[in-house]
């Protein structure tokens, strides 16, 4: 069930609202909580019944194991444990993900015939698969508790935070949904939640459903771009891969908040960053959460000297890349952030005014580093949305052959959006010969947008610190009425795939 659906925003969104809070005016306090899980499973399963096997095989595995530690609290049983929770959150992962691309290497590199599966993959199946390995892993170290089955399944399959993140904690979820005052409807919390949903529909639907037009179309016929349709194609993929995500985990956060629940933030203003670690500060922060606690702290982080630092946070954006998909073109996208980020903990070269504890040898201004760490950041992106690596070396090419024969005309001219209706009935009257003019016009006015809504505060701020007033109320309003009658276009989350 997509966020921005006619059922989910006025049949499901609405039902689960009055029956969580229903239940719990009534004091019925585990009904509530297997509501909201049987409400969250029909969410989750709304988009194929086969899903919700794998996440309740996935959901029961690891609880077992959490048991077996809390009956044996041996450090044996505990590493057998965490060994078994590793073994059934990588295994399910690596079979529904990775099986076809692993064989299909495995064929090509020694020739051999084995058979490809050609598996579904699950929704979610990286969110909700890292989610819970965390948790086994903090049973393992002892800093997180054995709860009741329904509450674990509260914990994995709340909504909101289900099928594209952000990566939530055991620990920073459970408390919220034991605290008695989160069972009480409240009108401030719920007020924001509005706020912070409907900013990030609007990213959603109004932008990157928008930009997805020209770039699927850009990316079908990358042989055929020139110069500048490439560099204008990357850049709205730029943009709508922020919009796409962030707006999800706007919607994500909101919905957390109509339920009391505080979802961590996910992206704090990344364009903004002027290098390139600081923006994987700011991009999809839990999932750069979960890879330092669980991945580059346990193999030493900065501890073991410089060279073991360049490896482990090699190592950390290598799977990373892997991590988003089973594809080589997001090997090279992790392993050209990873390069990236090295470069900068080298402090050959830092950023003026930068809070970077590691002292560098020259120093760029501000506006200088926002250039390389944006320009790199697109470049990067070319493997990231590229079916293939040779499609990726393809959209090079087409920059470095420095020639233009027009094709951004026929790119833009893929905006053929409603909102241009009746400018077009207008100039198909008039003067038919400007038509591709005006394609181009919008399409430059639709990048223009994009990045001044970048530059503004982000969704979460606006959400947190302005107040409620007539003109913000207003706001909301145009863009949810706007989104709503938007809602027929065909849209799916970048992200879903992941």
């Known amino acids: 069930m997509l966020f921005n659906s006619y059922i989910f925003i006025f049949l499901f969104l609405p039902l689960t609202l009055l029956g969580w809070y229903g239940l ?85 590199a020694f020739h051999t015939d084995f058979n490809l599966r050609h598996i579904l993959l699950p929704l979610g199946i990286s969110f909700f698969t890292f989610q819970q390995l965390s948790f086994i892993v903090d049973r393992c170290r ?30 920073e979820m459970m408390p919220q949904f034991a605290d008695m005052e989160n069972r009480r409807f409240n009108p401030d919390n719920f007020a924001r939640g509005i706020v912070l949903f409907t900013l990030g529909l609007g990213k959603k639907v109004l932008l990157a ?20 349709a490439t560099l204008l194609v990357i850049l709205a993929y730029t943009f709508e891969i922020y919009f796409d995500f962030s707006g999800y985990s706007d919607m994500a956060i909101g919905l957390g908040k109509m339920f009391n629940i505080a979802i961590p933030v996910n992206f704090n203003s990344p364009y903004k960053a002027c290098s390139v670690k600081e923006l994987w500060q700011r991009w999809h922060m839990t999932l750069s959460r979960f890879f330092i606690q669980y ?57 003026k005014g930068s809070d970077d504890r590691v002292k560098a040898r020259f120093y760029i201004p501000r506006w200088l580093g926002w250039i390389f760490t944006f320009g790199f950041f ?58 591709s003019v005006a394609y181009m016009a919008v399409f430059v006015l639709l990048l223009a947008v994009s990045a001044f809504v970048l530059t503004r505060k982000n969704a979460v701020w606006i959400a947190e610190n302005c107040a409620p007033d007539s003109r913000l109320c207003a706001f909301v309003t145009v863009i949810f009425v706007w989104c709503v009658i938007s809602f027929s276009q065909v849209s799916t989350f970048i992200y879903f795939n992941f």
Not at 149 to 169: C, H, K, M, N, R
Not at 221 to 227: E, G, I, V
Not at 321 to 342: D, F, S
């Open 378 to 435: 697109n470049l990067s992106l070319y493997f990231f949305r590229s079916e293939s690596m040779g499609q990726a070396f393809q959209m090079f090419r087409n920059i470095a052959a420095f020639k233009n024969t027009g094709y951004l005309y026929k790119v833009a001219a893929r905006l053929d959006i409603p909102e241009f209706y009746l400018i077009k009935q207008a100039l198909n009257l008039t003067a038919p010969e400007l038509m």
């Open 142 to 171: 002892g800093r997180a508790e054995h709860y009741s089955l329904i509450d674990y399944l509260t914990f994995v399959t709340f909504f909101p935070q289900l099928i594209a993140g952000p990566i939530v904690l055991y620990k």
């Open 209 to 228: 459903d928008v930009l997805a037009i020209p770039v699927n179309f850009g990316f079908e016929q990358s042989a055929f771009l020139d110069t500048p």
């Open 24 to 108: 719990n005016r009534l004091r019925a306090y585990e009904s509530a909580r297997f509501f909201l899980t049987g409400m969250s499973l029909w969410f989750y399963g709304y988009f194929n019944v086969y899903y919700l096997a794998v996440i309740i095989v996935s959901i029961l595995g690891n609880y077992l194991i959490s048991c077996l530690m809390k009956f044996s609290r041996s450090r044996m049983t505990m590493r057998l444990g965490l060994i078994a929770g590793i073994l059934l959150n990588l295994g399910l992962l690596f079979y529904f993900k990775y099986y076809d691309f692993f064989f299909e290497n495995i064929n090509l």
């Open 295 to 351: 991945v580059y702290i346990p193999l030493g982080g900065s501890r073991k000297g410089k060279g073991r630092t360049i490896l482990n946070t090699f190592l950390v954006f290598f799977l990373s890349g892997l991590w988003h998909g089973a594809n080589w073109t997001y090997v090279a996208w992790g392993t050209m952030q990873g390069l990236l980020v090295i470069w900068d903990n080298l402090g050959i070269v830092g950023v």
